[in-house]
């Protein structure tokens, strides 16, 4: 083919099309049969609309419609799309990543299955239906209604020290008993189940999956029995229930990445009562057709939610004392919101736009932006880690996806003892060198002497399978490395097994990490003990498959991180 002509080759094309061959040029998709384009939009809803968008006008990853046309604040216009790529070039993206952070598929998906998507990528994405607030009602499920369920716990178990593990590709969730390291039960969720979240009275459990499906798991049976279901849409990734004074229980929230919505829901029961869109203006006013709902928490300190839209930038402060007559405080921050957790004192919440390299402190207290940080790019916190720096007091920790660095942000603080540090307040005051980007967890406890790092997007395999710990009073030290792979005990395998979410104990002397390998693999929750960093216990069995978030119910419920 190299010795083919541009006037050749053109000719060619031309006469394959005409023939009604599938070929693609510069303005046509290459065709695709009934088949394929049903199997490629599993895959890009699986692999690819995190990222991208289902409309696939890009958040974290690039904008990935066939054409897109941008003028920037000069006039100056851009143009692209993937039909400008083609599919050779579009393979070689989905097989081997970028430098700009998009990941290699070369071990997830087939050649067949990058061609495939190369192909589906230059069509013009698919729009799903909307769901309503009718279809939720549709599809809630009362397993078992409230009076019918245990009055008091009917087991011995230490509710308080039960971890609730992803078990991401095998649809499950595994609630193991933190005292004696036992898996107490496997329970079938919603696909790839993204986080887990506690009811305030520490009694429910309760998952997202990928796919909408929410359930409420009760943890007073003698085993863990879910009691209710409800779908909140077709993709979705965030839930938290009402944790204030007087609304323990009464109220769950769900965030939807598609339809673009936040939903309501009885806390008990999941019997649905709102939805409400997030469809609307960016930060930079435009409209945007899917601002999708991030992270989603729960104040201690008022009847509220924080609501996180990705696309548009804007955090909404949700009062949930009147649901009828819903008050909403809009505040504008940057665009791409994702991941956050709460400063120690609980009055900020700490979320990351990750995609304009920037942390967002939010008052709660005043329902105020209260500052808009600069960080290294692609800040990815998880919920952060909270802990006093000894030369800047109070700091909020985050690792980076795109960047070699943990940022430490100074927080402000109401305790007098912390008044000095003022100056600091809402400054990177610190990077701590990690040994490559990639992390995506970082995570402390208010008794540890440490700060846990993960690298699992980390191309190379030694960083990936390992955990960084450095050592709160000697932030300058490099930290120690862990090989959990290696410390798993597991056999070596072909692809790289992701050491993933540091996770700690109640009592906070112990940290779970998950070695995440294939769904064929044998993985395992590999324990540390934190004082020693020394290796205390491997939990591996056949039904530990592809573990990755993990969530100890006292540490989820009191937000200690
Ligand atoms: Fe997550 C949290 C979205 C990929 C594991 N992830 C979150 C939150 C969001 C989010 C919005 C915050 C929820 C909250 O607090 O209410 N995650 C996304 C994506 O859009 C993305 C990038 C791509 C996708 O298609 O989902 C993505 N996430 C992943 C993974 O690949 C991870 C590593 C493995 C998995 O299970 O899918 C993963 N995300 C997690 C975990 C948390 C999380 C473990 C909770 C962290 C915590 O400590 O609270």
Redesign the pocket.
């Known amino acids: 083919m190299s010795i083919v002509t541009r006037p050749l080759l053109t000719g060619f094309i031309a006469g394959l099309s005409l023939l009604g061959l599938s070929v693609a040029h510069a303005n046509n998709p290459p065709d695709m049969t009934a088949e394929e384009k049903e199997s490629a939009k599993q895959i890009y809803f699986e692999r690819c609309?995190?990222?991208h968008g289902v409309l696939r006008k890009g958040a974290?990853g690039k904008n990935l419609e066939p054409h897109w046309e941008k003028t920037d604040a000069d006039g100056n216009k851009t143009n692209g799309g993937t039909l400008k790529l083609g599919t050779k070039r579009l393979e070689k993206i989905i097989a081997y990543g970028t430098e700009g952070g998009m990941v290699n598929y070369d071990d997830i998906l087939t050649k067949e299955e990058i061609n495939l998507m190369a192909r589906y990528i230059q069509n013009t994405p698919d729009v799903p239906p909307e769901f309503s607030l009718q279809d939720m009602k549709d599809s809630w499920k009362l397993i078992v209604p409230v009076d019918q369920r245990p009055k008091k716990q009917l087991n011995k178990i230490n509710l308080k020290n039960v971890f609730a593990i992803?078990l991401?590709d095998a649809g499950k969730l595994a609630l193991v008993d933190g005292d004696t390291h036992k898996i107490w039960k496997v329970l079938d969720t919603g696909y790839?189940v993204?986080?887990s979240r506690l009811s305030a009275s520490g009694r429910y459990v309760y998952t997202v999956g990928?796919d909408g499906l929410t359930t409420i798991i009760d943890m007073w049976y003698e085993e863990p029995t879910t009691v209710a279901t409800v779908r909140l849409g077709s993709d979705a990734?965030?839930?938290?229930t009402s944790k204030f004074e007087g609304f323990e229980d009464k109220y769950l929230i769900g965030?939807t990445?598609w339809p673009p919505q936040f939903s309501i829901m009885d806390g008990e029961t999941l019997e649905p009562i709102k939805v409400v869109s997030t469809r609307g203006q960016t930060v930079d006013g435009e409209y945007h057709p899917e601002p999708r709902v991030?992270?989603?928490?729960a104040s201690h300190i008022k009847p509220e939610w924080v609501v996180n839209v990705k696309e548009t930038g804007q955090i909404m402060l949700v009062d949930y004392t009147d649901i009828k007559n819903l008050k909403t405080t809009t505040i504008e921050s940057a665009k791409f919101l994702?991941?956050g957790g709460w400063d120690a004192s609980k009055r900020y919440f700490m979320v990351a736009a990750n995609a304009s390299n920037k942390v967002a402190a939010v008052d709660t207290k005043t329902g105020k932006l209260a500052a808009l940080i600069d960080t290294a790019k692609i800040p990815h916190p998880?919920?952060g880690a909270n802990f006093v720096h000894p030369k800047f007091g109070p700091v909020w920790s985050t690792g980076h996806l795109g960047a070699d660095v943990v940022s430490l942000i100074s927080t402000a603080s109401d305790e007098p003892q912390y008044a000095k540090y003022k100056e600091h307040n809402w400054k990177v005051v610190q990077e701590l060198k990690m040994p490559g980007a990639g992390n995506?967890?970082v995570k402390t406890h208010p008794k540890s002497e440490h700060l846990w790092t993960d690298a699992?997007m980390n191309p190379e395999r030694e960083v990936a399978e390992s955990v960084y710990v450095f050592d709160l009073n000697d932030l300058d030290k490099e930290p120690k490395r862990l090989d959990v792979a290696k410390d798993s005990g597991l056999p070596e395998s072909k692809a790289i097994r992701r050491a993933?979410?540091p996770e700690f104990n109640a009592a906070g002397d112990e940290v779970w990490i998950s070695l995440w390998g294939g769904k064929a693999d044998q993985s395992a929750i590999v324990i540390y003990d934190d004082k020693t960093l020394k290796l205390k216990q491997v939990i591996t069995d056949p039904a530990i498959v592809t573990p990755?978030?993990k969530?100890n119910v006292y540490n989820t419920m009191y937000d200690v991180y």
């Open positions: 609309a995190g990222c974290t992803t991401r790839a993204h986080i990928r990734r965030s839930v938290d965030g990445y991030a992270s989603i928490v994702h991941d998880g919920r995506l967890f699992p993933v979410h990755t978030g969530f």
